[in-house]
């Protein structure tokens, strides 16, 4: 297996993809004897989001197989699923099983009935016909389509001559191969595993939301003493992520604002928890507007930011107080301490922010799993600033 790095966004990737199969097809004709054909797996980056699980006790696995295949198709055309795929089935095989005082008896031997049973199934050109100026190329199937044509599947004696029945011989029946591969159990029960991974860019919590509810659509579909159960659904946990983040955020936000009004007193941590509170919510705004999604690194990125967003308003009201002090009205004090300081405090608010444009603006897999960290601290803090010197000052010339 040969592994290889990329140096190209996401969005290239598939025309990448599809420029190596072209190249790799074209060596396919000067390979060594023996290789057996190259593939390309650029699927490996696929998340299975939800995985289904189907059991049925009196069912052979052809008959879940086929049932899975239909929900495979019906789920496929929920809108926001990428690919279903089906894991679990197990090859079916035919057993000839020759019986040696059987075949003693009728003067044969097993190589002789191997090689007919190899015959019947191999495919080789018949030749061609002229139909209305057209040549058609006939090419028989040459396989065997029930088990009832293999046990008739005739055989010549050596010595009578007489033609004998593959059953005559042998016992044969049809099962599952003796090794099975990639088995599932669930309950102890055998069973099928249906993963379905969602489209990229899609809201994870709605997209479960549909497959449960195309889920019970189906169910009058289904046969007596088939169940399909839920082994893992990754946008019920999701959901209870982000639930759980949006909590710690008002938490955090809630102490925030106590921990103000001890400190700056009544007035000004009022204001400043106003600043703070829009600060967030503008945020929020300017996420959904840029499709960034709420999950565990945008959410994060706002608690880390939360210390940082009521610094420029700390800074703007503690001006105004002390420019009161000395003696200016409350609209020439707000004024004079906005002219002061805007300019500093925009260098000290791109300074927070460019310390995280290494992480936002990377190229390779950190920029693309960790961007909306360094977006989301980038709006924030840039609003913090507008904030702090537009309704803090309005603010106060008002009080």
Partial sequence: MVSMGMQYGPDELPQIWDEMRRKINDLQPSLPQGVQGISIMDDFGDVYGMSLVLTGKAYTYPELKRFADFLSRELELVDGVGKVMITGDQQEQIFVEMSTDRLTALNLDSNTVVGLINQQNAVQDAGKVMVSGESLRLRPTGNMSSLEELENLI??????????????????????????????????????????????????????????ERLVELDSEMPVGMNVDVFYDQSHEVANSVDGFIVSLAQAVGIVIIVLLFAMGLRSGLIIGLVLLLTVFGTFILMDYNKIELHRISLGALIIALGMLVDNAIVVVEGILVGIKKGLSKADAAIAIVKQTQWPLLGATVIAITAFAPIGLSQDATGEFMGSLFWVLCFSLFLSWVTALTITRSWQRSS
């Fill in 155 to 212: 055989i010549h004696g050596r010595d009578t001559g007489k033609l004998i029945r593959l059953k005559d011989i042998a016992d044969i029946k049809q099962g599952i191969v003796e090794e099975p591969q990639n088995l599932v159990l669930f309950n102890g029960e055998p069973a099928l595993n249906i993963g379905i991974s969602f489209a990229s860019g899609v809201n994870v919590v709605e997209i479960g939301k549909a497959i449960h």
